[in-house]
């Protein structure tokens, strides 16, 4: 009898979003090394996603061998082609460079800049590289656009970072309270498995805030339209009615919180009058919004970009927070906040590391007990690790312009497209002595800002391990060869690290060798994964933390699906901190010259910038141009007609679109997808618009809002001589 053929089958992971769908990729029946013949559909044993992938997902392989990189490149100036060269060149001038810059300029004077799109062995390779050997927090990742506001929320309301639901709570919850997310688009799968729940539970109540009426909220109970920057407003205005009403849980925030007597005086000038006033709703639709929280066992709320993007985002998700511990929807089924994460492992970078202020296992640069721990870990003396928070995302471009940052290493993103303010950005860029770009594309936006480009492999082409939104890691192997020269992330660090004389630090000869360690510092922290490799993931499957060694404590006793399930927190009392916190409103509010408030996000197909979904036919069908959302009532008075070109203008810089004429968006507010840069089209980044103002704690942009003032290109030529020199090139 012949034996058994292996399956050739390989398990993995969708490598956008944070969802974390499953994946089965098979192989074509007749041998080939092209990846797109390669087969993709949903793993139905993959607990988050059952089976279900989006458009994405199911065409990903497309994408692998087009306009790859496909060696390491050099040019001295910007001004200059680019000129192959090889691995040993390249690694010799990144080696001097940084040695140079070491002995002149010090460690601070050398940045990096990563990714979510990264593996969490390329994250904590990254971390040792960059903290330890030379001695900076100057890592940040394009994590800080996008979850760094939730990261702080979660911090200051419960004492460490850590989402604590899981998707089973999508099927679990009584009142599902989405805000400032289009689910539906931007996170499908999950919208897909609440949607069906909802539908098939009558009683189960869906709420939407949300300025648009975007697909999540089309099949909402309720949806509330409010004002862009009014969300503390309408999270404080249900507070207040809950209080009025007595809907709270008395025992739960005596002997769970703190600080309630002055969340409660915060709380009491946020009437349903100035409420409804300032968020643009009527007072039924808030004390109905009220009445569905007060009448449910089990609220679970969900967030993304809407909160995050905001020069309050910290703010905005500590009121939503207090709305749980105000009436005690936390550590059980169905109930919780729960942001959703915008990159497929910005969730691993946050255990890792990976953002400037932070070091492996949820530990703090500023924190010496942390320091010191990691030191030890590593290998190093003590005080190696700075103890002051490293350059954030926007700090390094100001870096870049005040000539303090002298190399700028930067890997599998692209922010001359994704960063706010570009004008002012590549002008920064173009000012970089040094920057090293490591990408798996070419070309890109960022490459016009390279001197040194590094070939690196991407999904399908390394083995590595990624978390999703809950918490659950998945192992995503290799399954297809290279292309060119392009190595592995964590190996060219790896590699950098060994070339500066860190031979011991860098022992790593595989990604397993290196999760392996990452997975020791986690070891009784709320992220614990110690008991994690990758022989237990792919034999077990994917896995949720805390997975920690057998009889390792953890901080919540016991493996759960849920963290806080024993109602203590990691804060020095163990309670949950109230939040006593006033709106601001907007950075940069309309005004007689800018009257429009102009908001941004994704669309169901595309992916961030394009880099891989813009080189997917299918996609690029679905979405061939990008647009903008225009009010029937705004269109008329300024007599712009379905599909006129119209031009829009912040302070900053303007932009050109097709109208689209609706009623899904609120009067006074414009929608723009931000996916198009300009390798893509003319006059259409979103982000030429947006300004750079972030939240104070986590220093994430304002990328959701800004004033833009709205003109049909054929009247733009009649623009006064104030308005032109209002634009600032």
Same mark, same amino acid.
């Given at each position: 009898m012949d034996e058994k053929k292996a399956d050739p089958t390989v398990k993995t992971l969708c490598p956008y979003c944070g969802v974390g769908c499953g994946l089965e990729v098979s192989p074509p029946k007749a041998l080939k090394e092209n990846a797109a013949a390669w087969k993709v559909r949903g793993n139905r044993a993959h607990p988050s996603s059952q089976g279900m992938v989006c458009v994405k997902g199911a065409t990903v392989v497309e994408s692998i061998q087009r306009d790859r990189l496909l060696y390491p490149m050099f040019r001295e100036t910007l001004e200059q082609s680019f000129r192959r060269i090889s691995w040993d060149e390249a690694f010799d001038r990144i080696v001097t460079r940084i040695q140079t810059l070491l002995a002149t300029d010090g460690p601070n004077s050398i940045c990096m800049y990563g990714s979510g799109q990264f593996v969490t062995e390329d994250y904590y390779t990254a971390?040792?590289?960059i903290k330890g050997c030379l001695g900076t927090n100057n890592?940040?990742?394009?994590?800080?656009?996008?979850?760094?506001?939730?990261?702080?929320?979660?911090?200051?309301?419960?004492?460490?970072?850590?989402?604590?639901?899981?998707?089973d709570d999508l099927e679990l919850t009584d009142c599902a309270f989405i805000v400032g997310s289009n689910t539906a688009e931007c996170h499908p799968i999950i919208f897909n498995r609440l949607r069906k729940y909802h539908k098939a539970n009558p009683n189960v109540r869906l709420i939407v805030v949300d300025p648009r009426a975007t697909p999540t909220a089309e099949v909402a109970d309720l949806h509330l339209p409010i004002q862009p920057g009014t969300d503390i407003d309408l999270f404080n205005g249900i507070a207040y009615l809950l209080l009025e009403w007595g809907a709270i849980d008395e025992k739960f925030i005596g002997e769970r919180t703190a600080n309630f007597d002055a969340f409660a005086e915060t709380v009491r000038y946020y009437t349903p009058e100035k409420v409804a006033q300032r968020c643009g709703i009527t007072e039924e639709q808030l004390q109905q919004a009220a009445t569905y929280w007060a009448e449910s066992q089990r609220v679970l709320s969900l967030w993304s970009m809407g909160l995050n993007q905001s020069s309050e985002?910290?703010?905005k998700i500590r009121t939503l927070i207090n709305l749980h511990l105000l009436t005690g929807q936390l550590g059980k089924l169905g109930a919780g906040p729960f942001s959703l994460t915008g990159q497929p492992n910005a969730m691993g970078g946050r255990e890792a590391g990976g953002l400037s202020h932070l070091l492996p296992g949820y530990r703090s640069v500023t924190e010496a007990r942390d320091r010191a721990e990691i030191e030890q870990f590593w290998g190093f003396p003590a005080g190696q690790i700075s103890p002051?928070?490293?350059?954030?995302?926007?700090?390094?471009i100001t870096g870049l312009e005040s000539g303090e $940052?002298? @190399?700028?290493?930067?890997?599998? #993103?692209?922010? /001359? $497209?994704? @960063?706010?303010?570009?004008?002012? #950005?590549?002008? /920064?860029?173009?000012?970089?002595?040094?920057?090293?770009?490591?990408? /798996?594309?070419?070309?890109?936006?960022?490459?016009?800002?390279?001197?040194?480009?590094l070939p690196a492999t991407q999904w399908s082409e390394k083995t590595g391990v990624m978390t999703n939104s809950e918490r659950r890691v998945t192992l995503c192997p290799a399954f297809h060869k290279p292309p060119g020269e392009a190595r592995e992330d964590w190996?060219?660090?790896?590699?950098?690290?060994?070339r500066l004389g860190y031979e011991e630090q860098f022992p790593f000869q595989t990604s397993a060798d290196v999760y392996r360690?990452?997975?020791?510092?986690?070891?009784?922290?709320?992220?614990?994964?110690?008991?994690?490799?990758?022989?237990?993931?792919?034999?077990?499957?994917?896995?949720?933390w805390p997975f920690p060694e057998p009889k390792t404590e953890n901080l919540d006793s016991s493996v759960s699906k849920r963290l806080y399930t024993n109602l203590h927190f990691p804060t020095p009392d163990g309670r949950a901190r109230f939040a006593a916190l006033h709106s601001r409103g907007l950075a940069e509010p309309p005004d007689p010259d800018y009257p429009f408030v102009l908001t941004t996000g994704r669309l169901y197909g595309h992916w961030h910038t394009q880099t891989r979904t813009g080189r997917i036919d299918k996609i690029n069908q679905m979405h061939p141009e990008p647009f903008i959302e225009i009010h029937p009532r705004d269109a008329q008075k300024l007599g712009i007609e379905e599909g006129e070109r119209v031009e829009v203008r912040s302070r900053r810089g303007k932009c050109q679109f097709k109208a689209r004429v609706t009623?899904?968006?609120?009067?006074?507010?414009?929608?723009?997808?931000?996916?198009?840069?300009?390798?893509?089209?003319?006059?259409?980044?979103?982000?030429?618009?947006?300004?750079?103002?972030?939240c104070p704690d986590s220093h994430q942009p304002e990328l959701k809002a800004c004033a833009v003032q709205l003109i049909a290109v054929g009247a733009s030529d009649e623009l006064s001589a104030r308005e032109t020199v209002s634009i600032q090139n």
């Open positions: 971390q040792k590289l890592f940040d990742a394009n994590s800080r656009l996008c979850m760094s506001s939730a990261v702080s929320g979660y911090k200051q309301s419960f004492g460490s970072d850590g989402p604590p639901c899981c998707y985002g910290t703010a002051q928070r490293g350059r954030n995302t926007w700090e390094i $940052v002298k @190399l700028l290493w930067i890997a599998a #993103t692209n922010p /001359a $497209v994704s @960063l706010p303010d570009l004008v002012r #950005t590549k002008r /920064a860029l173009s000012q970089s002595p040094f920057t090293i770009y490591q990408e /798996a594309y070419y070309p890109t936006e960022t490459t016009a800002y390279a001197h040194l480009l190996s060219i660090f790896a590699e950098v690290g060994r360690e990452f997975a020791r510092t986690t070891q009784g922290r709320v992220c614990d994964i110690s008991g994690l490799s990758h022989e237990i993931l792919q034999q077990q499957g994917p896995q949720q009623q899904a968006i609120a009067p006074g507010t414009l929608f723009i997808p931000m996916h198009w840069g300009a390798l893509w089209a003319e006059e259409a980044e979103a982000n030429a618009l947006t300004h750079p103002e972030s």
